[in-house]
């Protein structure tokens, strides 16, 4: 079974470019949830999608959207991007969202702002 | 709310010491909960998972007890390995539509 996979691997933008990062989550899987994690840090909750709708937003600005698409694959979209989104962005997937399904995780796209 | 304690890191061991990295938690009803492993450059991996009271999730040598009375999911391991060095994360999950729940992370540097 193929996990949940994410492109690009790396990914450079500067300062005000805008950013778009794909995540593909495990065949079978519903929900697709969205985390930056900061360098040192731990993980802080962006999105998460279920059946194509946002279910839940962390505490983010506008700028950072994303969409889930017909067959349960995610973009996240972040504009205007500043020096501090430089993180691991890491997407993970989960059969539908009750019952105490574990999320499971891609590799992470690794966002640098220069 | 819900939310989840975890030790603050960074553990330092020796080869073949005992880990015990704390974990506790505040959830209404009965969450499951989860201890993740993150490997330097990689995303999360579930390392071990327990659904109700006194369950024992087990993997990879690695155990963590549900206990409900004292509300806590602590991680352990007889024996650590080098390779072994990484993130833990513990997490907890209700049910019924609610968005899991992670810890800080404690760092495990395990030294040969």
């Known amino acids: 079974e193929a996990g949940v996979t994410q492109s690009p691997t790396h990914l450079i933008k500067t300062r005000g470019q805008q950013a778009t990062l794909r995540c593909s989550p495990i065949?079978?899987?519903?929900?697709v949830y969205w985390y930056q994690q900061a360098l040192g840090l731990g993980l802080q909750f962006l999105l998460w999608?279920?059946?194509?709708?946002?279910?839940n937003r962390g505490n983010f600005p506008p700028r950072f959207s994303g969409r889930q698409f017909p067959n349960y694959s995610s973009e996240l979209n972040v504009n205007a991007l500043e020096l501090e989104d430089s993180a691991l962005y890491l997407c993970?997937?989960?059969?539908?969202?009750?019952?105490?399904?574990?999320?499971?995780f891609g590799d992470g796209t690794r966002l640098s702002i220069l | 709310g819900n939310s989840v304690t975890q030790m603050e890191g960074p553990v330092t061991l020796s080869e073949e010491a005992f880990l015990t990295i704390n974990c506790t938690y505040t959830?209404?009803?009965?969450?499951?909960l989860f201890w993740y492993v993150q490997y330097p450059g990689e995303g999360l991996q579930l390392l071990l998972k327990?659904?109700?009271?006194?369950d024992k999730g087990s993997n990879k040598g690695f155990e963590a007890t549900y206990r409900k009375e004292t509300t806590s999911f602590h991680l352990e391991k007889g024996s650590v390995q080098v390779s072994d060095s990484a993130v833990y994360f513990c997490?907890?999950?209700?049910?019924?539509?609610?968005?899991?729940?992670f810890g800080a992370g404690t760092r495990l540097f395990v030294k040969a």
């Open positions: 993970a997937s989960s059969l539908a969202s009750g019952g105490g399904q574990p999320q499971h």
């Open positions: 065949s079978g899987h519903t929900s």
């Open positions: 999608y279920d059946e194509g709708e946002e279910r």
């Open positions: 959830a209404t009803g009965y969450p499951s």
């Open positions: 327990a659904t109700k009271a006194d």
């Open positions: 997490a907890l999950l209700r049910g019924g539509g609610f968005k899991t729940i």
